[in-house]
Structures are given as C-alpha cells and as structure tokens.
C-alpha cells in the first residue's frame, strides 16, 4: 500500500520592482512625475514638476495636455513699433486660441509711457516720472507684481510657467521666478497678501531690512500659496543695473537652480559699465546635453585620460575595480547661457526689424527653438528655410558705448568682478570688454561674420577660442571642420534647425529628378548639403528629422525606411558629416520594429547603428568626444535588448557589460565641472539599469555568484547617491536593495535576503505618504518579504507583510482605476494565500486566491491576450489549496483548466510553459488512485522541463525541478505496484540531488526526503541503506544551517516537515539498534 501521497507547494515568485522597461526607448531617462501615475513613467514631459496625469501611467503619461502661462516683460524704455524687441516678436507669434491651452501676458518694463499729445501739466509731470523711473526703475516692483497677480489668478494644476524678458525686463522675470520659489503662488482669494508676499521675497518688511523673512517665506508658502515651479525662463541680456549705485541683489536671481530650464542670449560686444550682464549663479553656468529629451546641448570633450581595463575585467574580480565616483549634482539644472555677436540692443532687438537675417533674429530664433522644444505653442514662420546666410556676414554691430556713457566707464563703480559668484570691484570700468564665463558658450552663428570680425568679450579661462581661426573661415566652400575643432565651446544649434525639413525635401526634391532623367542644379544641391551638414554637426539633424514621422508604428515604418535611404546617400555624398544621424535613424526604425514585434529586424538595423557608432569612435582622442561615446552606450542597450527579447542572453549580456564599461569612463569625465548636471544625472541611471539588466542576466545564465556582485555593486552606488540626494535617489534605493533580496534568496542566503528587503521596505516606508509610485515601490518590496520571511520560519510576520501588501495595492488600485493596478492585487492575493496556508489557515488561504483568481478573470474578459497568461499559476495555486483542505476533484478541475489555457498560450504567445502545473496534476491524480493517468501527465511535464530553455530562468532550478519530477514518477510507479520502476526512479531523483547539492544545497527540498523514504523503502536493512542514511545527516545539516524552517508549516510529511527534526530522525535511523517501523 503506498503511503500517503503529498502535494508540492506551487513556486509563485514575488515581482520585482519595473524600475525600467526592457523595450523602453534607452534614449529616454525614466523619470519620477509628480502626478497620479502609479509607477516610474517615461512620460515626454520636460520636467518632473509639470507631468499631470488624469489616469494612471501604463505606458503612456498625461492624457491631459497641460496649459502654458507666459509673461513677458521688455526692457528698458521700449514700445511697440516697427522695430520690435525680440520679446516683442516672440510673444507676437504665440499660439493664443482656445486650442493652443496658452495664455499670455506682455508688460512694457521699467521707462515705458505713452506720451501725450498736449503739453499740459500731466503731460510734464508723465515725463518727469518717465526720466525718474528710467534711473532708479522705482516702477519695477509694480511690474513684478502685476506680472505676479496674474499668474495667481490664471494658474491652475500642471500648467508649464513660462517668462520671457530683455534687459531689465529680464532681470524682473528672474525676479519673479525667484518669488514664485521663495513664496509660492497665493491661493484664489489671497491676492490681498501679494505685496505682503513681495515684502518677504525681497527681505523688506515694513521698507526695510528684515532678518526673519527667510524664515517666514517657507511659512507663508505653505499657509497661503501653492508650491509651484517655473518651466522655463528665457532672457535676453539680463541687466540688473539702476541709477548710478549697485543694489543688493534680489534673492534667486543670481541662480537658475529653482528654474527647471533656463536660458539666456548674452551679447559679445556690449562694453558699457551700467549693462554689465548677470549670469546664472553670479558668473557661471551649466550647459547640459538632455540627450533624448527631444532637445539640443553642447558638449565637452573630454580631456582626461582613461582606464586601459579591458570591458569584462570588473566582472572577473570586482575588488579590483578603479572607483568611480558617480556625482549627480542638487538640482539637475537645464541652464545654458549662449554668447552672440552684437551689443546688448543687438541682442534684445528693437534697433531694426526682423524680416532679414541679422544679429537681432539670430538670438530671436534660437530661443524659439529652445522654448518650443521645451512646449511653448508658436504659429509657423512664413519665411523658408533658403534665408541668406550673406545678411548676416554683412550686418553690423552698433556700437553702444558712445561719448554720452563714456563718463561713466571712469567712474569707481561697485560692480562684479566675475572672478567667482561673489567678488566685487570699484577699479574703473574704463569700456572694457565682457568675461565669458566657464561652461558659457560661443553660437555658431558668430563665424558667420566677416574674417575681420574680433568679439571685445574675453574668455575667463585661456585658451577660449582664438577668434582669427573662427570667424569667417571656410563658409563659402561648406567646410565647417572648425565646428569639430571647437565644439567643447560652441553652441552649434543654428536657427537651420526650425527648417531641417524643408531642406530635407528640397533636397530630395533635386534628386527625384534626377532619377527621372532631369539634370539638376550642382551649386543648388551643394547649398541643401552645406545647410544639412552644418546642422549636422549640432548633432540634431535626425532629431529635428524624426519628430515629423511619428504618427502611428506601421505608417512611421515606411516613413523611416524612406528616410534611411536617404541619409544612406547623405553619408556617401558627404563622408563622416551624416554617419551619427544615419545611425538615429537606424536606431529609431529598430524601435519602430520592435513595437511591431519584429525583434529580429530590429536587431538587425541596430547592429549597423552600432557599427556605425564604432566607427565614428574610431578618430582621435580630441574627436571622441563624450557625446560619442554616450550614443554608443545607448545604442549598446538597444542591442541588448532586443538580443535578450530573443532569447540571447550571452550576448544580451555582453552588450550590457560593454554598456557599464563606457558608463563608468562617462563618470569619469562626468565628474568634470564643464559638463551639465542633467548628463551627469542621465549617465547614473542608465548606469544603476544597465547593473540590474546584467544581474539578471547572470541569474539567468546560472552564474550566481557572479550576479551577487554586481547587484551589490547597484546598491552601493544607490546609496551613495542617495546619501548626497535623498529626494532624488531613495527610491532608486529601495529599488536596489528589493532586487539584491532576489540575488540572495536565489543563493539560499536567506537571512541575508529578508535584511534586504526589509531595508527596501522600511526606506520605502518613510517615504510612501502622498508618493504613489514609493507606495507601489512599498507594495512590491512587502510582497517579496512575505516570502523571504516563510524562507526563514517568521510565518506570523510573513502573514503580516502579504496583508500589508495586499492592502496597499488594494488602495492604490481603488484610486488608480487601472486594469493593471488590480492584477497587482491579485498577484498579491496568490501570495498572501500561501502565507496562510504556511500557519495552516487553509480555508481562508482557498478564499484568499479565489478572490485572486476572480480579479484575473475579469481583466481577461476586458483584455484577454494581456492577462490570460497569468492566470494558469493563479488556478495552480488554487488547486494546491483545494487538495489540502480535502476537495481533490475540485482541485483535479482546477488544473486541469490551467493545463487547457497554458497549452493555448503556449501557442499563442511567448509565455513559458509552466510544468510545476503538470507535477501538480499528477500528484492530484495520484491522491485520486488514478496512478495511469498521473504517470502520464508527469511524462508531460519532465518532457516540457527537458525543453526550456536555460536562458528563460536559472539552470539549477530547471535541474531542481527534474529531481522533483523524478520523485512523483516514483509515486507513480509504486501506486502502479511497479517497484523497481519506482526504486530508478527515486535514486535518479537522489541522484540528481547529490549533483547539485555541492553547488547550492539550499535546493535540497522536502523532496529529497521523500526520495530518500522511497528507496529505503525498497532497501534491505544493511549496509547500503546505512550509508544513504549517513549522506541524509550530512544534507540535513546544511538544510538546518542554511534554513531552520524552511519547509516547516508549508510542507506536511509528518516528522520530516522541519530539516532540524529530519535531523534527528536521520541520525536515529542510523544506530545499529534502530528497528524499521
């Protein structure tokens, strides 16, 4: 008679936090919006303060398009006319219909009046508060404030703040951005408090100094006022300047931090003492490359020497490694500040109009540029892409130092020395030149003048650019190698970027005709190219380009196949200028491809990006500069990704390893000052992903205590990270940490698994209230503790972690109305089951994921493809349960739907196939005397385990599985009364065992035992059974070391359920004087 059959609990994995999506576009950083997503989003959003979600993130963020606010306010002493300022001319081609979401608001700025026709009294005494407002602007506090008011008043959530000004109008909206930081904006029927609010912006209380307004800014903020941010600011030549004497300045406007992007048009060749310029963070700034973000950025080239490691070394022994620092600054600040030839009037306009090319328009259009990237709404140009670029060689700069100002550049004036943020200097200013600043930048636009051009602005920090090998060379022929030359100082994004499509087509507009025999115009195409290649070298052509294409995958397809060729016979008319605008091409169509679930053609297209990248790789070290090597490693994770999408884990993780190689030399050069916060930023978190990609590669691949390492190696650096920037990093944190518990629980190293994860939680803990996607974060790390806990016998606080997780998920779904976010809670609910049952709570743990299994059901009836295939573990969980509270045919019925659906996945999709589904039917059958049928349908399930894959999970739990296969064939057999079958069969299983218990006797589960039990069964009382009997102490004792309780409570064979009593039950049977019962 066999004796009675158990039931193998089903291995339900807890999730791991998505802290990345594998077919997420790698140009992309994931983000945190604050908002109502659930999780991490990759929303294109430009910043994180103005993401607003109506529903939950899935895979798409902010389905409600966020309105624009723009101020703009213009300079000194300007009117609108026929020569308009620039802000002028910018808010004039502002979308303002009911469709655009935009309002707009224009104020004159300081000195500006309408003069009346009668000289009356009023009339004079206009002019007298014209001249006086003109020297010491005593109207500039009522602009700031008007500008303020209307703000409050028109604000609403998730709207995008943008300021605009020149001159003084700009230092007043650097001034405004600084009081919506400092004190917010005041609630709807609050606008009695904004001079108040003014009052402690600007420190004064009561007209004078006051050392408690820092303190009481943050109260009056969160009394009255909303927290809002600033999206974007952009100015033309800030001048702070009024009446002979330097003032204090304002708090936050010698700082661009609180801005999320910031940019500012400074003009090389004003030299008067009362226009001195005021930079980003009192003489400084950051340029950032957004790579990916849809915008445009400068770069450094990188000057410091590298490791001469091989790509692999660090994996081998990881002790060895150099260190890295990986810093990520404060705030990542999007701040450029840009020089162009001109004085300050040339800059700001208003001098002549804008119709032609001329020194006004050039800053004009670059700031369209940059405030449209970044979501400002503007009618299109009438004016085409063929301007001429002779309009702006010929204009001249007006000269504004004339005899009238000279006095005053004698004068000892308080001024900025622009030695650092805060030295002053009295010596005469005596028309001297202005200071480019580190990080500043030179506009391409400049070497477009005449040879004889010399900009009177000096470089800070020698070298700079020697102007005579700069200007005026080789325009004429398109030779534009200097802008390779000079690219680490060169702001290279024309304004030919607004036409890259109208020369697109023009161009192939010459070569369509051709190909249908019409003799086109050789100077006309070298024109297209020259304007092409010069764009090129900015490095945005194809991302000007691509923007054009998208609308949906199967017609953006085509569109990308059109535009590869033609970038192909780009590259081959101008060598080298297109090959990084080719490979973007290729890139994209990859991704295109592969949302079409085309991963092999995808893979190809990437692969010649990639070589394409290798290539240009390939020069000098002066021309590898560190955007190149960025663009590799982004292109390397495309690869890996689709590799691993095929199954190519060896190779997946190869391009991985690649990847963290050229990301660690990035934060090397990183580390530099003259590069931006925001690649700095962008390189750590491509970083710490591409750590946990390979990490589960490793794990995958069977190489644990390679994958323990580099797990380890994430957390490390999320902590340092964190450690400088909790705000931004503990999240990241958590996230490491949760992912660290899974290297360890997969080693066996229990204990070590449940400290991690309870780190995760309690970090993630702290920060869950009000943070959706931390409480998600809490939620995931919750669920896998319940399992590391039953790992180590804590069954009453595995129970409470799976309710906690339960119940979180449960709230986030209720609010969240998302189909994903209650698959979630049914994912929870399965876990929450088996906590039960390990406390022997059997009915509540049927009803626990009976409940689950309901959820899924009626996602399936809204979408079935999406979550069908979870279902199958669902129901296997389910008719374990059944078959312990004493329901086998309940259970038999269970699974054999999950059987039914599985086979039909396994058709239909990429889903693995599951054999524990099998092994559990058969051991139902078994219960049920049906030995045939079980014998049967374990065959099934050790020919679908002899089929996976090794790549689709780790190997030893493929082997694993095989021993426990073994071990119900066995019972099987004996049920059949074919004993000698069975007897193979369990010493196969023991067999098995003993391989892989050197390499992890963690596995060693309470299958071994009833293996054991089988053959002694079938054993002689002698010296065979005594020596299997020895080796069972031996395993038992790593059992007891490793996991006291590992299988107590969740496995019931009566005395063997705890390792510790199948201890001494083994070591009893192997005294002489043991008797076999």
């Known amino acids: 008679m066999p004796r009675k059959q158990s039931i193998h609990a089903p291995y339900d994995a807890p999730s791991e936090p998505d802290d990345t999506d594998s077919h997420r576009d790698a140009t992309h950083p994931v983000r945190r919006c604050r908002c109502e997503c ?15 979600c109506v529903r939950p993130c899935e895979g798409s963020c902010g389905s409600r398009t966020a309105r624009n606010l723009v101020v703009s306010i213009d300079g000194t002493s300007n009117q609108f006319g026929d020569n308009n300022t620039n802000v002028v001319e910018l808010h004039g081609r502002m979308l303002v219909d009911a469709s655009a979401e935009q309002l707009t608001y224009y104020n004159c700025g300081v000195g500006t009046y309408v003069p009346r026709r009668s000289k009356t009294l009023k009339y004079w005494r206009q002019r007298f508060d014209h001249i006086v407002d003109l020297a010491i602007a005593w109207n500039f506090e009522t602009i700031v404030i008007k500008a303020y008011r209307w703000l409050c008043n028109e604000y609403r959530p998730g709207d995008k703040i943008f300021l605009f000004g020149f001159s003084r109008g700009a230092y007043q909206i650097r001034t405004l951005a600084g009081m919506v930081e400092k004190v917010g904006l005041v609630n709807a029927g609050n606008q009695e408090l904004i001079p108040f609010a003014y009052e402690i912006y600007s420190q004064r209380l009561k007209g004078k100094e006051n050392d408690e307004a820092p303190i009481m800014a943050p109260k009056f903020k969160e009394t009255f006022s909303r927290d809002v941010k600033v999206h974007f600011a952009g100015a033309w030549d800030t001048v702070s300047s009024v009446g002979v004497l330097r003032q204090k300045p304002l708090p936050l406007t010698s700082s661009a931090e609180h801005i999320c992007i910031f940019r500012h048009a400074l003009a090389l060749d004003e030299r008067r003492v009362k226009f001195l310029p005021e930079y980003a963070d009192g003489g400084s700034s950051h340029v950032f490359d957004p790579n990916g973000l849809g915008r445009k950025a400068s770069m450094m080239v990188g000057n410091r020497s590298r490791s001469s490691g091989t790509k692999d070394s660090w994996l081998s022994d990881v002790s060895t490694q150099k260190s890295v620092k990986f810093e990520v600054p404060r705030v990542a600040k999007d701040t450029k500040e840009v020089w162009f030839a001109g004085s300050h009037s040339d800059i700001g306009g208003g001098l002549k109009n804008n119709l032609d090319l001329n020194l006004s328009s050039v800053p004009l259009l ?62 005469p200013h005596l028309g001297s030149g202005r200071i480019i600043a580190p990080c500043q930048r030179i506009h391409a636009s400049v070497a477009f003048k005449k040879s004889e051009y010399h900009p009177r602005a000096k470089f800070r920090d020698p070298p700079g650019i020697p102007w005579g090998s700069f200007v005026g060379k080789d325009i004429d022929n398109g030779d534009f190698r200097w802008a390779d030359e000079w690219k680490h100082l060169l702001e290279l994004d024309l304004f030919d970027t607004a036409f890259t499509l109208e020369a697109i087509e023009k161009l192939k507009s010459l070569w369509d005709s051709d190909s249908r025999g019409v003799e086109n115009n050789p100077k006309e195409e070298r024109y297209w190219i020259n304007r092409l290649s010069f764009i090129a070298h900015s490095g945005e052509l194809a991302a000007h380009y691509i923007p054009t294409l998208v609308r949906e995958c199967a017609v953006t397809e085509a569109e990308l196949s059109s535009a590869v060729s033609f970038f192909r016979k780009l590259a081959e008319k101008r060598p080298r200028s297109f090959d990084a605008d080719l490979a973007e091409l290729l890139e994209r169509r990859a991704r295109v491809l592969d949302s079409l679930q085309r991963a092999d053609e995808a893979l190809k297209y990437c692969d010649e990006a990639l070589t394409i990248r290798r290539k240009l790789l390939s020069g000098t070290r002066l021309r590898v500069t560190a955007r190149k090597r960025e663009k590799l490693a982004i292109c390397l994770e495309l690869v890996s990704t689709y590799h691993r999408a095929l199954d190519r884990t060896e190779t997946a993780m190869e391009a991985t390893k690649e990847s963290i ?51 380890q190696e994430r957390v490390q650096v999320s902590r340092e990270l964190a450690a400088s920037e909790p705000e931004a990093f503990n999240a990241t944190l958590g996230q490491s940490l949760c992912h660290l518990s899974f290297v360890f629980r997969d080693l066996g190293r229990y204990e070590d698994s449940c400290s991690a994860v309870g780190e995760a939680a309690e970090l993630q803990s702290g920060l869950a209230t009000g943070d959706r996607a931390m409480q998600a974060d809490l939620a995931t790390s919750l669920h896998h503790m319940a399992f590391s806990l039953r790992d180590v016998a804590q069954f009453a606080e595995s129970l409470d972690a799976a309710q906690n997780a339960v119940g979180i998920r449960r709230t986030l779904a209720v609010s969240a109305k998302s189909d994903k976010a209650n698959a979630l809670v049914a994912h929870s609910l399965n876990g929450l089951s088996l906590a039960l049952k390990a406390l022997g709570r059997n009915e509540d743990a049927v009803a626990s994921v009976q409940e689950a299994v309901s959820i899924q059901r009626r996602l399936i009836e809204k979408d079935d493809a999406k979550f069908k295939p979870g279902l199958p573990a669902l129901l296997n969980t389910l008719s374990y349960h059944l078959y312990a509270i004493g329901q086998p045919e309940n259970a038999l019925t269970a699974i054999d739907e999950a059987i039914t659906m599985q086979q039909q996945l396994n058709d239909t999709s990429t889903v693995n196939y599951n054999p524990n589904i099998l092994d559990t039917r058969a051991n139902v059958l078994c219960t049920l005397g049906r030995y045939e049928d079980a014998l049967h349908t374990i065959s099934e399930a050790q020919n679908a385990n ?94 007891n070391k490793h996991c006291p309780g590992r299988f107590g409570g969740t496995f019931t064979v009566g005395s063997w359920s705890k390792p510790s009593t199948r201890l001494r039950t083994a070591r009893c049977r192997t005294c002489p004087r043991h008797a076999r019962t």
């Open 38 to 52: 659930v999780r991490m989003c990759d929303c294109r959003c430009t910043c994180v303060d103005h993401c607003l």
């Open 366 to 427: 670059w700031m369209e540029n940059e405030a449209s990237a970044a979501g400002l709404r503007l009618r299109p140009r009438k004016s085409g892409g063929a301007w001429n670029w002779n309009d702006l060689r010929n204009d001249k700069t007006y000269e504004s130092l004339t005899p009238a100002w000279w006095p005053l550049e004698f004068f000892s004036i308080s001024r900025r020395s622009f030695k650092n943020a805060q030295d002053l200097t009295r010596v």
């Open 661 to 711: 190689f050229l990301r660690r030399d990035l934060a090397d050069e990183y580390s530099d000052e003259s590069h931006g916060d925001l690649q700095r930023s962008l390189n750590v978190i491509s970083f710490l992903r591409c750590l946990k990609l390979l990490s589960d590669d490793l794990r995958a691949l069977d190489r644990l205590p390679e994958a323990l390492p580099v797990a």
């Open 946 to 1039: 002899n089929c996976k894959e090794p790549t689709s999970e780790p190997a030893i739990y493929i082997r694993e599985r095989s021993a426990v296969y073994l071990a119900t064939r066995a019972k099987c057999l004996s049920g059949l009364g074919r004993h000698n079958e069975a007897f193979a069969a369990s010493t196969d299983s023991v067999l098995v065992y003993r391989q892989i218990a050197g390499q992890a006797p963690y596995v060693i589960s309470e299958v071994f035992s009833e293996s054991v039990d089988s053959i002694l069964g079938c054993l002689k009382e002698d010296e065979e059974e005594m020596n299997l009997m020895k080796e069972v102490v031996v395993l038992c004792r790593v059992l």
